[in-house]
């Protein structure tokens, strides 16, 4: 089995201030681990993902996000927040070393940044 | 390319009434997956195919919901009969098979509401 947490509905953060938004996953073997973004009024859009290699990966629009196996974490990040940042976040893992091979989508999380 | 396209973009319906919304997947993208978002239940995961055929239709939640994909270039979610309780917005999603797993592709969604 194969789930992924966001523990925060929302998140504020002051324009310029630094964001992070939290993820933690389960799965049974080797996860892949992804980062959307939607926009109101608009589908989800791919932002980054690990799949090897290296754990800070970085993204679109400035993200980044590090994984950390050992708190099954997967954190996304920017050092200074945009308000053209506001949005909901969903992150995703789907196991890498079989099963099913459709990815498990978190709830979202709301960010909002004030200027 | 013209991304996942979708249609209509919005449609508003009685009780009762046959609803199909369209989706056409990103051409060569092996996957077609339907989605259902609501404030409620987030991202839920209702049918997908590979190479056109359904491979797991769990997330359909009742008989009045129906998914085709005739070919690979055109996929429908049909429900019939409608109820308010559909409301929601439906995402169409598709990805290429590869040997690392690659992102889905979103398309703007179809908001429905059923009077």
């Known amino acids: 089995a194969q789930s992924v947490a966001q523990p925060e509905d929302q998140v504020n953060v002051a324009e310029g201030n630094p964001l992070t938004v939290k993820c933690t996953y389960s799965v049974s073997g080797n996860p892949y681990l992804f980062w959307y973004v939607q926009y109101p009024n608009r589908g989800l859009q791919f932002l980054l993902k690990?799949?090897?290699?290296?754990?800070l990966v970085k993204g679109s629009y400035g993200f980044e996000a590090e994984f950390n196996k050992s708190q099954t974490s997967f954190h996304l990040k920017k050092p200074s927040a945009l308000v053209s940042d506001s949005a909901l976040y969903f992150c995703?893992?789907?196991?890498?070393?079989?099963?099913?091979?459709?990815?498990?989508f978190g709830r979202g999380t709301s960010l909002i940044v004030h200027p | 390319d013209a991304g996942v396209i979708q249609s209509p973009r919005h449609e508003v319906t009685e009780m009762g009434q046959e609803v199909t919304l369209r989706c056409k997947p990103i051409?060569?993208?092996?996957?077609l997956f339907w989605y259902r978002q609501t404030m409620m239940r987030g991202l839920e995961l209702l049918i997908y195919f590979n190479n056109n055929v359904p491979i797991d239709d769990s997330g359909m939640p009742e008989d009045r919901f129906s998914a085709k994909m005739p070919n690979a270039s055109f996929s429908t979610l049909k429900i019939q009969p409608s109820e308010p309780r559909d409301s929601a917005v439906y995402f169409c999603?598709?990805?290429?098979?590869?040997?690392?797993?690659?992102?889905?592709?979103f398309g703007p969604g179809t908001r429905l509401t059923v009077l």
């Open positions: 690990y799949i090897t290699g290296d754990n």
């Open positions: 999603a598709s990805r290429r098979q590869g040997i690392t797993y690659n992102e889905q592709f």
């Open positions: 995703a893992v789907r196991d890498g070393s079989g099963g099913s091979y459709i990815p498990t």
């Open positions: 051409s060569g993208h092996d996957y």
